[in-house]
């Protein structure tokens, strides 16, 4: 989330990339879970968002630190987006006790009050009620802030959608309510559940003046929600926001998909936001081709913490060089003799035709390390240094 959006849409270069980085941040974390899903080290349920990243990202961009976010049991790219730690997220799909709702949750269940994120919900349609509930409140405390409530196409056929869009427009409460249409309820077509399948003109039926835009377009999102929420802020009551999407990927990793063709899927990923974006910003000049491998790299990384690896888990090490094709060290000991010193031997011995560029090491200076705070500061490896070892590693200017 960033402070709150104007009316016009910001195309500023360092904005496109910002926004490019979220939905990359989302997409790579999501690939990585149902790795770890098929690995059965995630258990229990998993949703996906690939594909419906430019939602999210595109509304929670115009969002300020004190609005509430309520959101599904496909919530995975919401949290991360409303800045709770990749960790946390993470923890929590494995049950842990770290994780964002201490590890009782799982992946349907991610949840930070202190971050105002109320929630992943197994419930269709049981977000909406807790959206309306907090506007309420806001308003009932005099706080000008506001609430967006994602919900799927499924959930407008609620019992739930109906009466809490009812009561948000009789009380003029400010929520934005964001349809994320992605045209299934599990494998139901839209066609089948809904009798008026514009799902925004329900809510014009309501009383909740509503748009529809091109879910996989970013820029089209961020600018009406942007809109919407500028309403929302200057007191106009409820807005509605429909967008068009498409989930790439299976409804939960149960699903044999037999309810939709193969051909349809592809129609939807040739309009991939991640693509589109970034072949649009490649095409206008904005994101030089090394830059655009540069990005990835960053959200690729993957970190081994070695002191958590004694004895030294050789395999693990091996096995991340096998996967980025690139290895830097960083060690707080000098380079000769230290354990910088031994990992990169290794690596040279048994990774060398893996890796695309020579090992980095990043160590202190080879001084014995001075006492007071700012020469040990000069002496030791500082975050800039790891920076730029990994610029080089990537083959960018340092
Ligand atoms: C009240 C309720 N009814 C039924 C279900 C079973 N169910 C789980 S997901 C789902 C489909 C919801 O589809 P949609 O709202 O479009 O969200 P999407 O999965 O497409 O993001 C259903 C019917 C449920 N979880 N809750
Ligand atoms: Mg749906």
């Known amino acids: 989330?960033?402070?709150?959006?104007?009316?016009?849409?910001?195309?500023?270069?360092?904005?496109?990339?910002?926004?490019?980085?979220?939905?990359?941040?989302?997409r790579r974390f999501e690939e990585r879970c149902v790795e770890l899903y098929t690995q059965e080290k995630i258990r229990g349920f998993l949703h996906v968002y690939i594909g419906e990243e430019a939602v999210g990202t595109g509304v929670m961009h115009g969002l300020a630190p004190d609005d509430a976010v309520v959101s599904t049991y496909r919530e995975h790219g919401h949290a991360l987006l409303n800045r709770i730690p990749m960790e946390r997220v993470m923890a929590e799909m494995y049950g842990k006790q770290a994780g964002c709702s201490m590890g009782r949750g799982g992946s349907m269940h991610l949840f930070d009050a202190s971050a105002r994120f109320v929630g992943g919900n197994a419930i269709?349609?049981?977000?909406?009620?807790?959206?309306?509930?907090?506007?309420?409140?806001?308003?009932?405390?005099?706080?000008?802030?506001?609430?967006?409530?994602?919900?799927?196409?499924?959930?407008?056929?609620?019992?739930?959608?109906?009466?809490?869009?009812?009561?948000?427009?009789?009380?003029?409460?400010?929520?934005?309510?964001?349809?994320?249409?992605?045209?299934?309820?599990?494998?139901?077509?839209?066609?089948?559940?809904?009798?008026?399948?514009?799902?925004?003109?329900?809510?014009?039926?309501?009383?909740?003046?509503?748009?529809?835009?091109?879910?996989?377009?970013?820029?089209?999102?961020?600018?009406?929600?942007?809109?919407?929420?500028?309403?929302?802020?200057?007191?106009?009551?409820?807005?509605?926001l429909e967008c068009r999407t498409y989930r790439f990927r299976a409804h939960s990793m149960f699903d044999p998909e037999l309810y939709r063709d193969k051909a349809e899927v592809e129609e939807w990923k040739a309009r991939d936001p991640i693509q589109r974006l970034s072949q649009w910003m490649q095409q206008s000049g904005l994101l030089p081709e090394q830059e655009l491998a540069a990005l990835e790299a960053e959200i690729d990384a993957e970190v081994v913490d070695l002191r958590v690896l004694r004895p030294l888990d050789t395999a693990t090490l091996l096995d991340s060089v096998g996967r980025t094709h690139r290895a830097v060290i960083v060690d707080e000991g000098w380079k000769t003799g230290s354990l910088a010193g031994?990992?990169?031997?290794?690596?040279?011995?048994?990774?060398?035709?893996?890796?695309?560029?020579?090992?980095?090491?990043?160590?202190?200076?080879?001084?014995?390390?001075?006492y007071p705070q700012h020469l040990e500061n000069a002496a030791l490896p500082q975050v800039a240094d790891i920076l730029a070892a990994a610029r080089r590693a990537m083959g960018a200017a340092p």
Not at 4 to 21: E, I, N
Request: hydrophobic share 50%; net charge negative.
């Open 1 to 26: 989330m960033s402070t709150p959006s104007t009316d016009k849409p910001r195309l500023s270069r360092a904005h496109l990339l910002d926004l490019l980085r979220q939905m990359l941040r989302i």
């Open 124 to 240: 269709v349609g049981g977000g909406l009620p807790l959206a309306v509930g907090l506007a309420l409140a806001d308003r009932l405390a005099g706080r000008n802030r506001v609430t967006v409530c994602f919900f799927g196409d499924g959930a407008a056929a609620e019992g739930s959608f109906h009466e809490s869009l009812n009561l948000a427009a009789l009380w003029q409460l400010p929520v934005l309510f964001v349809c994320e249409n992605n045209l299934y309820a599990m494998g139901t077509a839209l066609r089948y559940a809904h009798a008026q399948t514009e799902l925004h003109r329900k809510a014009e039926a309501l009383g909740v003046p509503a748009e529809c835009v091109d879910g996989m377009d970013i820029a089209r999102v961020e600018a009406a929600s942007a809109r919407l929420l500028a309403a929302l802020r200057s007191g106009e009551g409820p807005r509605f």
């Open 342 to 370: 031994e990992l990169a031997a290794i690596l040279a011995e048994q990774a060398f035709w893996a890796l695309d560029a020579p090992i980095e090491r990043v160590c202190s200076d080879e001084i014995p390390i001075p």
